[in-house]
């Protein structure tokens, strides 16, 4: 058990992002095409964090042309190469689940100051 946690020590990032549930974001991530690698960004509202350590993940939701999107990312994948948070969002759940229902001006949130 402990060879586990020292491996994933080791493989965690030192520069964890700091976000929260609510904000917007723009996550670059590494996509790979046949024998190339690109980066490719993808913006939207975080709308839960789950924690644990290694295997701690955040899922962001857009909508794109109409239709809800949404995409879980591991913090610690080396895949994931920036998070930038664009505005901190003033909410008061841990899991915002409720905006899938949401459309229009129903679904937004509240900028904190």
């Known amino acids: 058990m402990d060879a586990l946690q020292i491996i994933s020590q080791s493989s965690m990032k030192a520069d964890k992002p700091e976000i929260q549930v609510g904000d917007q974001v723009r996550v670059s991530v590494k996509?790979?095409?046949?024998?190339?690698?690109?980066?490719?960004?993808?913006e939207g509202t975080v709308i839960s964090?789950?924690?644990?350590?290694?295997?701690?993940?955040?899922?962001?939701?857009?909508?794109?042309?109409?239709?809800?999107?949404?995409?879980?990312?591991?913090?610690?994948?080396?895949?994931?190469?920036?998070?930038?948070?664009?505005?901190?969002?003033?909410?008061?759940?841990?899991?915002?689940?409720?905006l899938r229902d949401r459309v229009g001006k129903s679904a937004r949130i509240k900028e904190k100051l």
């Open 31 to 42: 996509i790979r095409e046949g024998d190339k690698e690109r980066i490719q960004m993808f």
């Open 49 to 98: 964090m789950k924690h644990g350590g290694i295997s701690e993940t955040f899922t962001v939701r857009r909508v794109s042309y109409g239709c809800g999107v949404e995409r879980v990312f591991p913090v610690h994948s080396p895949n994931v190469v920036n998070v930038e948070v664009l505005r901190h969002g003033k909410v008061r759940r841990a899991k915002l689940y409720y």
